[in-house]
């Protein structure tokens, strides 16, 4: 706990604390990240980008219950999933198109407020065939919370440095995105905007061929370079940036 307060990168710190963190809890891995009032939630890798996390802080962290908690109130909790699955969790969208493909069985989640902007939240998950975490998990979570709010700030402040000495990037540039928060689908030739539409409606490139009367490879082809001059990395994110771009066209 001590060295990952004191590491000198948000990867450093995510990767001290998640291995001290998960040993402790007998959890099968440990997420640290930071929830934003203002912007896309931010989960720290430890192993290099990791595409379950590269979809959910693109949207997916939107239908999470435990976020769902951060956005409603104000005050730190620390909670087993169990305390907010009203008996329909695994009827959700989250559940179907981010939980349960991720192998997750269980969670124990605690975030912390940090200021006004963020909170830091830990996640310890157990996947399919292992146990459900208990009280006596749920205790010693309880246990470390004042060193994992420590912890938890020094990633805050950390991260916000690095964000300072990143390349400037224009508002709402990254991942494709126009400033207006509309995808720059302006950078795409005409036969892949075709494809990137009828990627957004949910295509595969199997139906996409079918309909466009061409080979799936050369859809996979065409797939590979939307990806490219979008700046994403896949369908998920692709639909995703396409359902915030129309939301935020909205009055």
């Known amino acids: 706990m001590a060295a990952a307060a004191q590491a000198c990168s948000t990867e450093e710190i995510s990767a001290t604390f ?55 109130t104000r005050q730190d909790f620390l909670l087993p999933l169990a305390a907010l699955d009203k008996g329909d969790f695994r009827r959700t969208a989250y559940y179907r198109d981010f939980y349960e493909p991720s192998q997750s069985f269980d969670e124990i989640t605690g975030v912390f407020n940090l200021d006004n902007r963020a909170a830091g939240y830990v996640t310890f998950l157990r996947f399919r065939g292992a146990r459900a975490f208990g009280r006596q998990d749920l205790a010693l979570a309880e246990a470390i919370s004042g060193a994992t709010r420590l912890v938890l700030q020094q990633l805050w402040l950390q991260w916000r440095t690095e964000e300072q000495m990143r390349p400037a990037v224009r508002c709402g540039e990254e991942a494709g995105h126009a400033p207006n928060g509309s995808l720059r689908l302006s950078r795409l030739s005409a036969r892949e905007r075709q494809i990137a539409d009828l990627l957004i409606d949910g295509g595969s490139a199997k139906s996409i061929a079918r309909s466009l009367a061409i080979s799936p490879g050369t859809v996979r082809n065409h797939i590979k370079q939307v990806y490219a001059k979008l700046g994403i990395h896949s369908q998920v994110e692709l639909m995703a940036a396409a359902r915030v771009a129309d939301m935020a066209s909205l009055p």
């Open 18 to 72: 998640t291995a001290a963190a998960s040993g402790l809890l007998a959890s099968d891995r440990a997420y640290v990240g930071l929830y934003l009032r203002n912007q896309s939630s931010v989960t720290i890798d430890d192993r290099g980008p990791d595409p379950w996390n590269r979809n959910y802080d693109a949207h997916l962290y939107r239908l999470d219950p435990f976020f769902r908690r951060f956005a409603s």
